[in-house]
């Protein structure tokens, strides 16, 4: 159990410094983005300084953004979990939820079929059960029959 712990800690601690790696470089872009926009904004005319500030204001969060669902650390996030949860026999929320609806399911159809058995229980020996009956004792005289030839 040691070693499990021991296991995930090395491997959630390798995950985190490949995380943070990625991050300082998207830093580093994003401020090299930033610095060659203020630049164009300083050396363009004043009508373009306003342009050029509202296009700042949309392209670097738009970038940031794109850039931060493709870096490569959310999918390896996704992927360790996948694989601590397969390595240790553990199960995600989603699993259990799932689970839970299908024994939910099959909670209504037992008591569905505990219904229908009780009301069943409660009908009156009719020709049915005669039938039955009579169908019984006639096999258990062949079976006696045959057992008397042996």
């Not at 401020?31 to 700042?56: I, Q, S, T």
């Not at 799932?98 to 009719?126: D, H, M, N, Y």
Request: net charge positive; proline share 2%.
């Amino acid at each position: 159990m040691k070693s499990r712990a021991m296991e995930i800690g090395a491997k959630v601690k390798e995950t985190m410094q490949t995380a943070q790696k990625q991050f300082v470089e998207l830093e580093q872009d994003v401020h090299k983005f930033v610095g060659r926009v203020h630049e164009k904004v300083l050396a363009g005319p004043a009508d373009g300084v306003k342009k050029v500030d509202d296009l700042l204001r949309a392209m670097v969060v738009t970038d940031f953004v794109e850039k931060i669902r493709d870096i490569e650390m959310f999918k390896q996030g996704n992927g360790l979990k996948q694989d601590l949860l397969d390595r240790f026999g553990l199960v995600n929320v989603a699993d259990v939820e799932k689970l839970q609806e299908r024994v939910e399911k099959l909670q209504k159809e037992i008591s569905t079929l505990k219904s229908r058995a009780t009301k069943l229980s409660k009908r009156p020996a009719g020709p049915s059960i005669a039938a039955f009956n009579a169908l019984k004792n006639r096999v258990a005289a062949v079976e006696k029959a045959g057992a008397s030839r042996s």
